[in-house]
């Protein structure tokens, strides 16, 4: 009970747009969970979420074999910013969210819900905290 509360909370914090759709149906697919490194921003799927040191605000710089590896959390064309998460242009086109400007990713070496096995790669992935 105690971990479920501190969740809620979390998601208060991170407001709304965590937790609620948007009037067309689409939900950020966003979120916190604890882990055993703590709580950490997870997606739709329950799986951990990285950012990268070699980014810039608002900007991805994992493009190629980098985003096969670390996989960009795509936003639909229906996305739109909502608090501290934002929507960003890759330079493929594609659209990616960002939390607090920083682009989203996933970690091919995360097998389940709960892996944090990214954090500390290369020392230039985190995992992306609220």
Known sequence: MKSFLKIAAISAALGTAACTAYADGH???????????GTVLIDAKGMSLYTFDKDSSGASNCNGGCAKSWPPVLASDKAHDEGAFSVITRADG????????APLYGWQGDRK???????????TWHLARP
Not at 27 to 37: C, D, R, S
Request: aromatic residues 6%; hydrophobic residues 35%; charged residues 15%.
């Open 27 to 37: 939900v950020l697919p966003i979120n916190a969970a604890e882990t055993k490194a």
């Open 94 to 101: 594609s659209r990616q969210w960002a939390f607090n400007g």
């Open 113 to 123: 819900p709960g892996d944090v096995t990214g954090d500390g790669v290369g020392g």
